[in-house]
């Protein structure tokens, strides 16, 4: 070990961007023992992304059983892949494509050998009733391409919802019932396009607001009723308001998000949104202590750095989706009762693994896949105890020796974790693309694997352009209807959203509209999803300083309704927070913006 009591600078093999190691850093490294990386943080977490399908399914058949399936491998590719209900029974071999470990072949060469072989669970999804469209679930009733989600019953197009009921379009919500068009809030009942909103009833149109009842185009705001534009109101000319504007119409709709975008475009932001949390940074946290660059956390983390969409986790580092688990490192969809983990993809009840991809309740694994319930296995070949412990040691020492590089030239040895181009799915199936969006040209010149668009099976029969305006006019025989997304009119331009060209309205979905007075969607779910996706900070931080210059905004764009603490002179707090400088909104401190919002 060596005792490093200075942070070091290194340059990313990648991007060959510096990046900085922190001594804790280097002390978590020597906990789980592992070198430090030699990628840079936004790296690590692209090449994690490239190995998470969550919305890309195909129709496929199980190739034990011939069962028409659908599945998040696409069924032209060298994979096995099962039927998720067969591949839990114990109906097959679980050592099947279990080999010797190579040491005349790099072990990255010989792990995408195994995946090429070992049979895979068609989606990874776990008590799941009438929900065979989504990925990423568990304890779903219900659902309709609804994504990572977890506790919820009749949802639609929904991704990251947790304990939802009965609504639709929702990207990050918890706890929220009734509601439409929901981002990054908790607590909803009969809400709509409402971004960063907690504890709030029929209301829409909201922004960082929080217990809010019967208000309509605020920001800022908690603790009010009829409130429209943030201006009180009476009971009875709320009610008379609102029913001028009828967002029944499409065309009120839309002019009315045009009007709201322009009113708080001026309010200022807070630097970023950390609740009951000490000594954290990041954004949209909730309940986090000593972490560090982590964003989307639902509840109670200690001690993490570089965690997005976790909860109640501690010691771990580079995670994307983890939680219940400890001591983790460079893992997607892992957890539940997990720890000492390294390495690995969605894995749960697992402890004491590394490079696992697709294992359930296991322990003491090195390099394995599918593989449920066992312990001391290497390359999915069942080992004794002794045999292990003296052959992993081998193995990594020889990942040093005889590493794997890519087609870019970028090196793996031990420690790095799994490369790209080795993913079972192209980079545009994976959420990497939602969140480093790329063309094909780039994707093709950062050694990104690419997937051309097949020919669809289905021709629209109905322009979104030619959709009733008003929900009142839309009859049944909409459901029956395949409309063509509007993105994917030629006139557009074209469209890098990962737009299906095509959608369908549901049953449930046109009795949503109907009971709620919301016109029909003009844009396919992913094209909607990427709409939410923009709303959003990225998963990047900055340094800044607080831009409220005493009674004013230092760009001069809002007036600060209150005397803050620091008087008629500007604000001296500094800040690490997802704005980037280049950006045009007005970025408050913690305590500027709580005084203005009080």
Known sequence: KRNRMTQETRSCQSCKQNFVIEPEDFAFYEKVQVPPPTFCPDC??????????????????????????ISMFDPE???????????????????????DYDFSKPFFVQFRELLEKAPLPNLANSNVINSDY???????????????????????????????????????????????????????????????????????????????NNCLGCVSLKNKSYHIFNQPYSKEDFRKEVEKIDFGSYKNLEAFKQKYKEFIKDYPRRYATLVKSVNTT???IMNAKNCKQCFDIYDTIEDCKYAIHATKMRDTYDSYGAGLTELLYEGVDTGIDSSDCQFVIYAHKCRNVEY???????????GCIGLRSKKYCILNKQYTKEEYETLVPKIKKRMDEMPYIDKKGRVYKYGEFFPAELSPFAYNETIAQEYFPLNKISASEKGFDWKELREKNYHPTLK??????????????????????????????????????????TAQELQFYKKFNYPLPRLCSNCRHYQRLKQRNPFHLWHRKCQCAGTHSE????????????????????????????RLETIYCGQCYQTETQ
């Not at 009734?178 to 922004?207: A, H, M």
């Not at 760009?555 to 803050?564: L, P, S, T």
Request: glycine share 6%.
């Open 464 to 505: 979104a352009s030619e959709l009733p305006d008003h929900i009142k006019d839309v009859t049944e025989n909409i459901t029956k209807e395949v409309i063509s997304c509007a993105h994917a009119d030629p006139s557009t331009g074209g469209c890098e959203e990962q737009c299906t060209g095509a959608y369908k309205i």
């Open 77 to 99: 590719n060298p994979r096995v892949v099962y039927d998720r209900d067969y591949w839990w029974s114990d109906n097959w071999d679980q050592f099947v494509a279990g080999r």
């Open 356 to 366: 696992v991809y697709a294992c359930q309740g296991t322990d003491h694994l090195f």
């Open 555 to 582: 760009n001069g764009k809002y007036q600060n309704v209150i005397e803050h603490p620091h008087g008629n002179t500007h604000c001296e707090s500094e800040f690490e927070t997802p704005y980037s400088p280049d």
């Open 282 to 284: 990041g954004d949209m």
């Open 134 to 212: 989504g990925n990423h679930n568990a304890d779903l009733k219900n659902g309709y391409l609804v994504f990572a989600s977890f506790g919820n019953e009749n949802i639609s197009y929904a991704s990251g919802a947790v304990d939802c009921k009965d609504s639709l379009d929702m990207y990050t919500a918890e706890k929220t019932e009734q509601s439409y068009e929901i981002t990054f809030s908790v607590g909803l009942n009969k809400c709509s396009f409402c971004y960063d909103v907690d504890n709030s009833l029929d209301s829409s149109f909201l922004r960082a607001c929080n217990n809010l």
């Open 44 to 69: 690590r977490l692209q090449r994690r992304m490239t190995w998470r399908n969550e919305r890309t399914l195909y129709h496929a058949k199980c190739a034990a059983t011939g069962k028409d399936m």
